[in-house]
């Protein structure tokens, strides 16, 4: 019997792959994901079979990787940054359901949270919140909410999917909301393609995000009242100094 | 002139480290951080220069990095987890200042949030907040007002230092406030020793949850309201199957 290796791989550079997902792309026979992903670690394992599907076919993506589990094969499922949040692993235990086989692996990855915050500096030192501004599969009422609740209670906020082709003023509308609780002069950070060709970051405060061109490719990152910019990096201290 | 660099070395095992953590291991001339965690590397870098400090001299233990790394070291800072998320590399950048040396690198590692739901699933599969129980940074009121609005907004919650020998109520206390949005039976799980010797997990309900014995080794997760237990995993769908 295969088994089903769903893989964090990170941001996207070899680099920031843990040990454990190298050794899991090196020993599998397929590896499977969306093709942007699946470019990203072609290279490096050139002797595996690979097998990529559109962005919006999650489920066939997922049902074609359980499927050659059962057939024998060790395939290992990528996703970039973290298999977890907001990756494919929820999804293939849901396809699995309540039988044990295939066997499934999940290794986590960096998500872009961890990667992008090192990449700004710190700001994620205190309490923070991750949304997606994604409203395919989520009503944005539902994201308005979450956003207004991590505003109120003074959370630093990472914003996952910022915005896409569909929907390119969906940070804009982010910012509208978060600037009913927030200062305009709040220090936010971009960050884009992180580990990737063409990785940049950007400080910047909430009033200029509002107008910001983002894509899929950027995270957002919102700091919290504390959040300052030291030595050009963004940086939220959590009162080491203070005790 | 040296260098500094903040590496997170994820939840303690090996594989679960970046490939460029490793690196940075390998070539730095001092490894330096709290004992539990320069602990867990070495073995690995034997060659290296040990120095580590107690829990809460964090301040004590970044002046004597950046002064080493000022004579001229490569140092290493060693923090669990993600060098930024709860790290040093904050503390860091604010004892240095507007100066720009020594150099600062920050090298993301997986935090418990990711490693952790690997461990129990793929419980943050969604939106969700992080938030920690220590009061000795920050007053409870705030981390009161922070697990209520995540509670209100349906967001997945992951909850660090949950507790310590100075304050083995707060988990219950937490818990107390989450019941006021939350559902007795709300899947949660709870995680401990990660990717280190005695690892387990364990998946309750919000109201088990209430009476948990945990310390500071443990990472708690309390799911939305869609996260449900499927073939003995904590599992949260982001709804790709009802598109």
Redesign the interface.
Known sequence: MGKLIVV?I?PGN???????A??ALRLCDVIIGYHVYVDLVRERYPDKEFLTTPM?Q??ERCRMALDLAKQGKTVAMVCSG??????M???I??L?????APGIE??????A???G??LL????????????LSD???AWE??E??L???A????SIVLYNPASHGRPDHLRRACDILLRHLPEDRLCGVTRNIGREGENKRMLSLGELRSEKVDMFCTVFIGNDMTRE??Q?M?????????
Chains 1, 2 share one sequence.
């Open positions: 964090g990170g070899y680099e920031n792959m843990t040990i454990k190298d050794r919006t999650e489920m973290d298999s977890g949040i907001y990756g692993a929820a999804l235990y849901e699995r359901g309540e039988c044990s999940v290794i986590p990855g960096l998500t949270a961890c990667s915050a090192a500096g710190a700001p994620l030192t205190h309490d923070f919140a991750v949304v997606s395919r599969l989520t539902k994201i909410k979450r207004e609740a991590a109120a209670a003074d959370l030291i030595a990096k940086v939220t201290p959590r009162g080491y100094r203070d005790v």
